[in-house]
């Protein structure tokens, strides 16, 4: 029944954060909210050991559980961990079936989450799935997991309805980024472009490599500025492909950081050019201007949501199809010039990080 319990007896909440580097900076908003609901609590969000770099130093968590196996060990192991910290409450935005399982077993009092995956018997709350979530942007995805939670409590929710997705780095890891790249050959006081060419779960939200190669280039040689090419070790082939074509030569940093120098360094950048990925996230989060290359993917609901990210897609018919492999010819890509991506990239740099104008839901739709 909706209204009936007291927040002052949810002292400790475990909160199973997502898998994906994206759905982890769209989940900030509704871990800020927890926050502000339950001022009190202890919370621990409970992520892969990569997830530490993304949220070091957040204010609106206690604590970081780091899970790194799968299987029925992993979730034994997850059991034991999660009971002997006597959990009161536990937050699900992840909707995998062991997500659910885990504090059913460890025997936390209230669980709440989407009831996905035959995961409704294992939850004291189950939520149904939102109608028409293609229509809405993800973050509202998770919070609306802290608005059902709410109303479990009282009949009124806080809810904002103006999301924010900000993650901060200190000054200390900033100027550790900045001496990385130097070392690396980037010139001090001096513009850099980082360009993130890859995408480890889609092939098909990769706008091609020579066409990479051909933007840095003219960054280069047209506007004089240190070009940064980043990435995960996975995506390093990708990263080969695109200096292959070029000219120049780049910065390379693809598999060269961890994922808390990564977010140091997409922190000090003065402009980010990616696919649609998980650094298109980070960087506009920091504050800094993005502009995201979509084709196969739906921007409506997966964009960076920050007033400093732009987006650009010459949509065909079939998109979004959301499939990770192109069956045709890659259309929603090759339709995407150089020109495109480089008059709005040289836009953004003219506007030296000022802000852009408020936007009522989303980041600036380009087509």
């Not at 927040?7 to 502000?36: C, E, F, H, S």
């Not at 479990?152 to 924010?164: C, G, H, L, M």
């Not at 996975?234 to 200096?243: N, S």
């Not at 693809?254 to 990925?277: C, F, K, P, Q, R």
């Amino acid at each position: 029944m909706k209204g009936t319990l007291d927040k002052k007896d949810i002292r400790r909440i475990v909160v199973r954060g997502t898998n994906w580097v994206g759905d982890a900076v769209m989940g900030v908003p509704a871990l800020r909210q927890l926050r502000q609901a339950f001022p009190e609590a202890h919370i621990t969000l409970v992520v892969r050991p990569w997830a530490e770099g993304l949220f070091a130093g957040a204010d609106y968590i206690n604590t970081l559980m780091t899970v790194d196996r799968q299987g029925p060990m992993s979730v034994l192991e997850q059991v034991r961990r999660w009971r002997k910290q006597e959990f009161d409450l536990a937050v699900l935005f992840q909707n995998a079936f062991e997500a659910a399982l885990i504090p059913f077993m460890a025997r936390i009092p209230l669980r709440i989450g989407y009831a996905t995956d035959g995961r409704r018997l294992f939850l004291t709350h189950p939520i149904k799935l939102p109608e028409r979530r293609d229509e809405q942007h993800e973050v509202f995805y998770y919070l609306n997991i802290v608005k059902e939670l709410e109303s479990v409590f009282s009949q009124t929710t806080s809810v904002t309805a103006r999301p924010e997705c900000a993650i901060a780095v200190s000054e200390a890891r900033q100027r550790e980024a900045v001496e990385k790249l130097i070392a690396f050959g980037a010139r001090e006081d001096h513009i850099t472009v980082a360009l993130c060419p890859g995408s480890i779960n889609s092939r098909a939200k990769r706008w091609p490599a020579d066409r990479f190669a051909e933007l840095a280039d003219r960054l280069i040689e047209e506007q004089d500025v240190d070009v940064l090419l980043v990435g995960s070790k996975d995506e390093r082939d990708v990263a080969t492909e695109v200096k292959r074509h070029m000219r120049r030569k780049p910065l390379d940093l693809t598999g060269e950081t961890t994922l808390a120098e990564a977010v140091a360094i997409l922190s000090v950048i003065d402009l980010l050019v990616t696919n649609d990925t998980g650094p298109a996230h980070i960087a506009s989060a920091l504050g800094r201007p993005t502009l995201v290359i979509f084709g196969p993917t739906n921007p409506l609901t997966t964009r960076p949501y920050a007033n400093t990210a732009e987006i650009i897609r010459k949509p065909p018919d079939c998109a979004p199809c959301m499939l990770r492999d192109c069956p045709i010819d890659h259309r929603c890509m090759t339709a995407i010039g150089v020109d495109d991506v480089l008059k709005k990239a040289e836009l953004l740099l003219g506007r030296n990080n000022s802000p852009t104008e408020q936007l009522p839901e989303a980041t600036k739709l380009l087509v």
